[in-house]
């Protein structure tokens, strides 16, 4: 019943993700850093702080009392995680909801199973979840197989968006992904799945946090999301950032306060997007409680995003007008995605 329960939060934290982004489709006449921006102040500090204040009686007295280098490296990844969130927006803005999120979050998925087991190679003696270990293991090489075959299918995607560019006229492109661009696209997700991974590290880092806050009587569900407010102040602090700059560089500070725009509206969608996206992470820390925050939690998390995502693909017509070979194309590749997932998760339960 445990592993069900976190099986179906981490479909839920899924769908959050694999969504969040349609509601910034209906923003008008605001440039994208200024609804980007908009939208991650609620993802990135005001759900956080109610999520927490709700669910984690003391949450700030946790916080303050927590070990400097703790704090230090929670927010860092967090910071670096950031920045692969904030590439992940432009991968949606060039690439489209099914290719951009397949991409990055191939990727994503990958690199949050190769990672921590090289880390320990470079910085521990001990062989337990190294990569040294993996390769003498049943299940590491499982899951080496699966990143292999995760990265096949990212080349297979790959393959198929650039069909895309070369069926489609500009106009048929725009219609459905406005600033459609294989190239550009195809770089951010790269680089937007690699730092995106550090997520999981986060959490791992901000552990404590969560031991305490569910001695202090935080139901088990909800103990992460006192790391939260950490992890996010650093995802807000890249973002905000790079925002202004863009802000300040495209002269577009007037978005906030053009009356030309439905700012009403403007600013619901933005809410309405970023509140969205924080309960991925809500409904991964309850799904987290119940399966460990492994490679089995984060795969896993990684494959229904996925799936969503390319459900709403479909939904807003990303692939229309492209011949059966470029749709086949995307399928298989979409679907090599998905089984490396599965293929991770299970040769993660073998070392368990």
């Known amino acids: 019943m445990q592993a069900i329960l976190g099986v179906v939060f981490h479909f839920l934290g899924g769908f959050a993700s694999g969504s969040f982004y349609i509601p910034y489709k209906k923003v008008k006449g605001w440039a994208w850093e200024s609804y980007w921006i908009t939208g991650g102040m609620f993802s990135w500090l005001i759900v956080p702080l109610v999520a927490a204040y709700l669910t984690v009686p003391g949450f700030m007295d946790i916080i303050f009392n927590t070990p400097g280098d703790t704090l230090f490296w929670t927010y860092f990844l967090g910071a670096l995680w950031g920045i692969g ?14 290719l951009g999120m397949s991409v990055a979050l191939g990727f994503c998925s990958a690199f949050g199973a190769l990672i921590p087991p090289i880390y320990l190679d470079m910085t521990s003696s001990d062989e337990a979840g190294s990569f040294s270990a993996m390769l003498n293991s049943t299940g590491g090489l499982i899951v080496l197989l699966g990143v292999v075959v995760c990265l096949l299918g990212i080349a297979i995607c790959g393959k198929a ?3 895309k560019e070369k069926e489609l006229s500009t106009d048929q492109k725009q219609d459905a992904i406005q600033e459609f661009d294989i190239k550009k696209g195809l770089l951010v997700a790269v680089f937007s799945g690699i730092l995106s991974a550090c997520m999981s590290f986060a959490i791992t880092a901000g552990k404590d946090m969560a031991v305490v806050a569910e001695a202090a009587g935080a139901n088990p569900l909800f103990r992460n999301n006192v790391i939260f407010v950490v992890v996010m102040l650093g995802g807000l602090t890249t973002n905000f950032i790079w925002c202004m700059i863009l802000n300040a560089r495209n002269k577009t500070f007037t978005d906030y306060r053009n009356k030309k725009t439905p700012l009403l509206g403007n600013y619901i969608f933005s809410a309405l997007a970023g509140t969205t996206w924080f309960l991925q992470y809500f ?62 998760g299970y040769g993660n339960s073998l070392n368990n």
Do not use: C, D, P, Q
């Open 161 to 163: 968006g650039m069909r």
């Open 85 to 98: 969130g904030l590439t992940f927006g432009l991968a949606m803005r060039y690439l489209g909801v099914s």
């Open 283 to 344: 409904f991964y820390g309850m799904g987290e409680s119940k399966l460990g925050n492994g490679a089995s939690s984060w795969i896993l998390h990684m494959a229904f995003i996925i799936l969503v995502a390319n459900a709403w693909g479909v939904a807003l017509k990303e692939w229309k007008g492209v011949s059966k070979r470029t749709r086949y194309t995307i399928i298989a590749g979409i679907a090599a995605i998905i089984l490396s997932v599965v293929i991770v």
